[in-house]
């Protein structure tokens, strides 16, 4: 693994494969670029693929005060201008990880090749806001220990748990998150809505949803797809942190769409 400072903060980034085509792999909000352990072997064939640990995340610089869609969109952007990488990327990402490779292709347009979307976080609606932000108030009073049982109720339920030593990994990893950090994350989202960017994209994207996401089912995503001009919809059997309950079904979605685009 690797470190990087770049646009105010400091990264964990990781690098494999080769090819002519890059791929960037962004992982959901308490996850690290681990989280696409499994997926990796099947995706970096013949492409050069880029992981990184979001600001905030695993052991990149953790987050002091409130964080922006720009930032984490520009923080993108310097890492591969910092690894020569100038050319169009393709990204796919998970949750708040996608949202970020909407924000990317939203405000760098030249940049973005494809997009693979599962279950796009990005934002809340009214409705949830107060409940986001109460749950920001509450990682930071009590730690990420305090909300740990209530959050994979619904992001990985026990018919996503296939192999209880692949949870209780994870588990004890998201356990490790920066409350401060994690409470910072939850906040951005409750500020700033940014579905309306949808329908501004601009590149081929396929949008994904767990048929047992209790957080982000097939009924709010697939109409998400339809706001995004040519996107294509597809369900999986599985949950909210896909790349690590089904890895395999992940890897053939991202492979078989790129691949179809000759990516």
Not at 33 to 55: E, F, I, M
Not at 76 to 98: C, H
Not at 105 to 125: I, K, N, Q
Not at 219 to 229: G, L, N
Request: proline content about 5%; hydrophobic content about 45%; glycine content about 10%.
């Amino acid at each position: 693994m690797n470190w990087i400072e770049v646009n105010g903060t400091s990264l964990r980034y990781d690098v494999s494969g080769n090819g002519p085509a890059t791929l960037v792999l962004i992982h959901e909000m308490g996850g690290t670029l681990d989280s696409w352990d499994q997926v990796l072997p099947a995706l970096n064939h013949g492409r050069l693929v880029v992981r990184y640990d979001t600001r905030g995340a695993g052991l990149s610089e953790k987050i002091n005060g409130a964080v922006t869609w720009d930032q984490m969109a520009d923080d993108l952007a310097a890492l591969l201008d910092a690894l020569g990488i100038t050319g169009r990327v393709a990204l796919a990402g998970i949750a708040v990880g996608a949202a970020i490779a909407v924000h990317f292709a939203v405000r760098y347009p030249d940049r973005a090749a494809a997009l693979v979307l599962h279950g796009p976080a990005v934002g809340v609606g009214d409705d949830r806001r107060q409940a986001t932000l109460d749950r920001a108030a509450a990682v930071q009073a009590g730690g990420m220990r305090s909300v740990v049982e209530t959050s994979l109720a619904n992001s990985y339920p026990p018919v996503v748990r296939h192999d209880q030593a692949v949870f209780a990994d994870f588990r004890a990893r998201w356990l490790g998150n920066d409350p401060d950090s994690f409470a910072a994350i939850n906040r951005m989202l409750a500020s700033e809505n940014i579905e309306h960017e949808l329908a501004k994209i601009a590149c081929p994207a396929l949008l994904t949803a767990g048929r047992h996401d209790g957080l982000r089912p097939p009924s709010i995503i697939e109409p998400m797809a339809r706001q995004v001009p040519g996107a294509q919809f597809l369900e999986l059997n599985s949950g909210h942190f896909a790349s690590i309950q089904t890895p395999g079904l992940v890897a053939q979605a991202i492979h078989y769409f790129l691949h179809a685009l000759g990516y």
